[in-house]
C-alpha cells in the first residue's frame, strides 16, 4: 500500500513538473521543470526505500514462518515416534500377556495330566492292594480251616486214646 502510494506521489509529481512551465509562464526555462524531476527523483528513492523495507519485513516473516514450519515439523516428528513407540510397547505387553496365557493354559493342562496319572495310580495302588488283602484273606482263611481241621483231628485223636 506504502508504495502504491508514493507511486501515485510520484505521477503526481511528474504531471506537476509537465505543468510547471504553463502555470510559471515560463519565466524561468528549466528551473520548475527540473524542481518537478528532483520530486520524482526523490519519490522514487522514497519508494524504493519502502518497497526494500517492505521486502526486508517479508524476508523476516517468511524466516520466521520457515522456523515455525521446522520447529512444527520437528515436534509432529516427535509426537509421531513417542506414538510409535508407544504402540511398540503395547504391543510387546499384548504379545507377553498372550505369552504368558499360552504359559499358563500349559501348566494347566499338565497338572490336569498329573492329577489324572496320580488318581490312576491311585486306583491301580488301591487294586493292589485289595488283590493282596483279598489273597493274605484268603491264605489266613486256609489256615484257619487246616488249623481247624488240625484241632479236629488232635481232639478225635485225644478221644480214642482216651
Known amino acids: 500500500e506504502e508504495v502504491a502510494?508514493?507511486?501515485?506521489?510520484?505521477?503526481?509529481?511528474?504531471?506537476a513538473v509537465r505543468a510547471a512551465p504553463a502555470q510559471a509562464g515560463a519565466q524561468v526555462?528549466?528551473?520548475?521543470?527540473?524542481?518537478?524531476?528532483?520530486?520524482?527523483?526523490e519519490a522514487r528513492r522514497e519508494?524504493?526505500?519502502?518497497?526494500?523495507a517492505a521486502e526486508s519485513e517479508r524476508e523476516k516473516m517468511l524466516e520466521g514462518a520457515r522456523r515455525l514450519v521446522e520447529a512444527t515439523r520437528r515436534?509432529?516428528?516427535?509426537?509421531?515416534?513417542?506414538?510409535?513407540?508407544?504402540?511398540?510397547?503395547?504391543?510387546?505387553a499384548r504379545l507377553e500377556?498372550?505369552?504368558a496365557r499360552v504359559e499358563s493354559r500349559q501348566?494347566?493342562?499338565?497338572?490336569?495330566?498329573?492329577a489324572e496319572q496320580a488318581r490312576l495310580e491311585g486306583a491301580r495302588e488301591a487294586s493292589a492292594i485289595?488283590?493282596?488283602a483279598a489273597r493274605e484273606s484268603g491264605r489266613l482263611l486256609d489256615a484257619a480251616r487246616m488249623a481247624a481241621e488240625e484241632t479236629t483231628r488232635v481232639r478225635e485223636s485225644a478221644e480214642r486214646e482216651s
Open 75 to 92: 515436534e509432529a516428528a516427535a509426537v509421531l515416534e513417542a506414538a510409535r513407540e508407544a504402540a511398540a510397547s503395547a504391543e510387546r
Open 97 to 99: 500377556a498372550e505369552q
Open 29 to 41: 526555462p528549466g528551473q520548475a521543470e527540473a524542481e518537478g524531476e528532483r520530486r520524482v527523483e
Open 47 to 52: 519508494a524504493a526505500a519502502i518497497k526494500d
Open 130 to 132: 485289595k488283590e493282596a
Open 107 to 114: 501348566l494347566l493342562d499338565a497338572a490336569r495330566m498329573e
Open 5 to 15: 502510494r508514493v507511486l501515485r506521489d510520484a505521477g503526481t509529481a511528474r504531471a
